[in-house]
């Protein structure tokens, strides 16, 4: 299928969006050759039904406006023909992806985001979002397009537009991951750098939100989390510091892959060096809690025992 951004500013909006995709492509195919519509699309796509492709570019030329339409397609063949592709897309189409985003790591995705991952009804949109985007085939070439809750070509554009832009980022990561995975050193996608006429634009994309996971969560961000524990600071500590519970600042570390210590720390500090190091050098409870490798509440218990 040709493009879905290229797709929306060209194909007239009285067809149907996925199969003007397919027709659109085949038509960037046979600019300038001898193929028919249906042998193009065949090139493509040995599934595809020819006639559909017909009617699509039968229909093309009955408003004037879309003569700009085909003078784009063939822009866009020109361009095709004299630049070279940082994707192999004979190779996308053939590769497997049966394994594509299982639900686990979509779960995870929706964790670290701190967005609510929905039923598998959003899950097989995320699914099918991906397949799209890395293959460029149609929605049904999909190996679990027959699994129960499978959505709708319709289904998966308004997940797309509606896609919050860190869910966005996590699925582009795990697209490239998937692609490493099957020795493909390539970009997830890509765009041809070519102005496709005077058209009409879709408008602006808009960032999508969905509800978060844990409002809390959102508050405690991981890196300054991991760093503070790091440093010495106790979960409680970091906790009361972002007004959340401990158990969020738990499982922000958790997720990171720190493992937390367990329990209060037991040491034993002389009073007289404590007072010497905070008293007397002027030591922070921070500089000596991380030279001992204790908490700052531990040092505190300490050198109120030690009646500072």
């Known amino acids: 299928m040709l493009w879905p951004e290229v797709t929306a500013r060209l194909a007239p909006r009285r067809l ?3 199969i003007a995709g397919g027709a659109l492509s085949a038509a960037v195919v046979f600019v300038g050759t001898q193929l028919t519509h249906g ?3 065949k090139l493509l796509d ?3 039904r020819g006639r559909q492709v017909s009617h699509v570019m039968r229909s093309l030329g009955r408003n004037a ?4 339409t085909i003078r784009a397609i063939a822009r866009l063949a020109a361009f095709l023909d004299e630049q070279s592709t940082p994707i ?3 190779r996308r189409r053939s590769l497997d992806y049966a394994a594509m985003l299982p639900r686990d790591d979509w779960v995870k995705i929706c964790r670290v985001a701190n967005v609510l991952p929905g039923g598998d009804r959003r899950w097989q949109a995320a699914r099918a979002h991906l397949y799209a985007l890395v293959s460029g085939n149609r929605l049904s070439r999909a190996p679990f397009a027959h699994e129960p809750g499978f959505p709708s070509f319709a289904e998966v554009t308004q997940f797309r537009s509606g896609l919050p832009a860190n869910v966005g980022d996590a699925l582009a990561s795990a697209a490239a991951e998937f692609l490493r995975g099957r020795g493909v050193d390539e970009p997830v996608a ?3 750098g070519v102005e496709v006429g005077d058209l009409p634009n879709t408008g602006d994309a808009i960032e999508g939100r969905w509800p978060t996971a844990r409002p809390a969560r959102a508050m ?3 890196a300054p989390a991991v760093a503070a524990y790091s440093a010495g600071r106790s979960v409680q500590e970091i906790a009361l510091e972002h007004g959340v519970a401990r158990q969020t600042v738990g499982r922000v570390l958790a997720d990171e892959g720190v493992e937390t210590r367990r329990g209060r720390q037991r040491a034993a500090i002389d009073p007289e060096w404590l007072r010497q190091r905070y008293l007397v050098e002027r030591h922070t409870i921070p500089e000596i809690a991380a030279e001992v490798g204790l908490t700052m509440t ?3 218990r300490h050198l109120e025992a030690a009646g500072r």
Request: aromatic fraction near 8%.
């Open 190 to 192: 890509w765009l041809p």
């Open 16 to 18: 149907d969006a996925e």
């Open 65 to 68: 406006p879309e003569a700009d």
């Open 39 to 41: 042998s193009a699309i």
């Open 220 to 222: 405690v961000k991981p």
């Open 46 to 48: 040995p599934e595809a």
């Open 88 to 90: 192999d897309f004979a």
């Open 298 to 300: 531990t040092i505190n």
